[in-house]
C-alpha cells in the first residue's frame, strides 16, 4: 500500500479564500484522523471518523472548519473562509481498529493563508 | 487535563546516549506511545508500551514507565545523526462512552545529533 495520501502537499492561499485539503486513508482502514500541527499549539486532533461517519468534531477550531468523508477512501478538510491563523501542517491520519492500533500519518499539507 | 508534557530541546553527540522525558496526566492510559517526525514528514509509530510494563526494549531503544509518577522516558543508545527528529510522546484516554481511545500527543522534543 502508499500509505495515506495528502494532497495537496503545499497551499498558499489568500485570507478569505477557501481551501480544500484532501486524504486518502489506508486501504481498510476504519478510522481516518484529521490533525492540525503549529508551533503555538503543537499537534491537535481536530476530527475522527469511523466506517466514513464522524465521531467527535470537538476539536474543530470553528464553525468555518468542516470535513467529509464520502466513501471509505476519501475524506476532505474545509476551510471557508480561510485566515491566516489558520496557517498550519494539516495531518490526516488512519488506524485499523479500535483501541492501541497504530495510526498511520500522511506527510501533511502545509497550508500558509497571507 | 489532557496535557502530556515534554522538553522541547536535546542535543547530544553521536555515540552518547539520549534520553527523552514525558509526563503525562491519565492514570487510566491503557497504552503510551513514542512517535518519531522527521524534517517534511508526518509522525511514525516508534514504540509503545503497555501500561502494565515498567520497562521495553527494543534494539536501541528503551521505554521506561513509571505509573506512580505518571513518567514515561524513551532511551535511545548510540544515538546517530540520523536519530534526529522530533520525538512526541503520546497517551491514550477513553474518549467519552466509546470503546476508542483517542490520542493526545505532547509538544514533542527535538533531537539534535551532532558529529
Avoid at chain 2, 2 to 27: A, H, P
Wanted: a negative charge; proline letters at 4%; aromatic letters at 10%.
Amino acid at each position: 500500500d502508499a500509505g495515506v495520501i495528502q494532497s495537496p502537499r503545499h497551499e498558499v492561499t489568500e485570507m478569505g479564500q477557501e481551501v480544500t485539503l484532501r486524504c486518502k486513508p489506508i486501504s481498510g482502514h476504519d478510522y481516518l484522523f484529521w490533525y492540525r500541527q503549529t508551533m503555538m499549539r503543537g499537534l491537535e486532533l481536530l476530527i475522527y471518523f469511523n466506517n466514513n461517519v464522524p465521531i467527535d468534531d470537538s476539536g474543530m477550531p470553528e464553525d468555518r472548519f468542516s470535513a467529509k468523508m464520502p466513501n471509505a477512501s476519501f475524506s476532505t478538510l474545509k476551510i471557508q473562509p480561510s485566515e491566516p491563523r489558520d496557517s498550519a501542517v494539516y495531518f490526516c491520519a488512519s488506524s485499523l481498529a479500535l483501541g492501541m492500533n497504530e495510526q498511520y500519518f500522511g506527510p501533511g499539507t502545509r497550508l500558509t493563508v497571507t | 487535563g489532557e496535557d502530556v508534557e515534554q522538553s522541547l530541546f536535546l542535543s547530544v553527540r553521536e555515540g552518547d546516549s539520549s534520553v527523552i522525558n514525558c509526563t503525562y496526566t491519565d492514570s487510566s492510559s491503557t497504552y503510551l506511545y513514542w512517535y518519531k517526525q522527521e524534517p517534511g514528514a508526518g509522525l511514525q509509530l516508534l514504540t509503545y508500551i503497555f501500561s502494565n510494563m515498567d520497562m521495553k526494549q527494543d534494539q536501541r531503544l528503551t521505554v521506561l514507565l513509571n505509573k506512580k509518577d505518571k513518567h514515561l522516558s524513551l532511551r535511545i543508545a548510540d544515538t546517530q545523526t540520523g536519530d534526529s527528529a522530533i520525538y512526541f510522546c503520546a497517551e491514550s484516554i477513553r474518549w467519552m462512552n466509546t470503546g476508542f481511545q483517542k490520542l493526545v500527543f505532547g509538544t514533542g522534543t527535538r533531537l539534535l545529533v551532532s558529529p
